[in-house]
């Protein structure tokens, strides 16, 4: 296992959007393990392959106080089981680090993904494990916590980091 570099905002790669796996591989295997590492060694709940400059609908998660119940979803596919309300969750990101937004979001979603093996499996996350994929295939499609607050607000933390970068 290897710890990746986390792309940081407003970083453009991030705006790429994620390729369809289609090889279920040990290539994949790998790319699935050092994403659960690289989470877990910057103490994050989730991360998507993109964060790490790897142009593949992957994403893994994990929300447990013990961080033991480890979950990969790849090629994740979103169904919103109801209309959008507050989460009531203060969002992170790994890429945007030191900034915490609540985000809108629906409360009931149905996830429909792959697991390694490439066998079709779906998933009703609750509480924070919904929230936490929602972010994450988010940035599968190039978009980012910060696109769902006001530009000014977007354009401080942008400052911020880039000055942070330097
Ligand atoms: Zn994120």
């Known amino acids: ?11 453009p790669a991030l705006r790429n959007v994620a390729k369809e796996v ?20 910057n ?20 929300v447990s106080e013990e961080k033991n119940e480890p979950h990969v979803f790849v090629n994740p596919k979103i169904k919103v089981l109801d209309e959008k309300k507050k989460g009531g969750y203060d969002e992170g990101c790994l890429s945007i680090p030191g900034f915490y937004e609540e985000v809108v979001r ?16 779906s998933l009703f996350p609750e ?10 295939a988010d940035h599968l499609d190039g978009k980012l916590m910060v696109d769902y607050i006001s530009s000014v607000k977007r354009q401080r ?7 942070m970068k330097k």
Not at 22 to 33: G, M
């Open 43 to 62: 103490n994050g709940i989730g991360l998507a392959a993109i964060q790490i400059g790897v142009l593949k609908r992957i994403i893994v998660a994990d």
């Open 106 to 121: 629906p409360l009931k979603v149905e996830i429909n993904f792959q697991n390694l093996e490439g066998e079709n499996k």
């Open 1 to 11: 296992m290897t710890i990746r570099k986390i792309l940081t905002f407003p970083d």
């Open 157 to 163: 933390i942008r400052s911020k980091l880039l000055k």
């Open 127 to 136: 509480g924070l494990l919904g929230i936490v994929v929602q972010h994450e």
């Open 22 to 41: 289609t090889e279920f591989n040990s290539e994949l295997e790998k790319l699935a393990d050092d994403l659960l590492e690289t989470m877990y060694e």
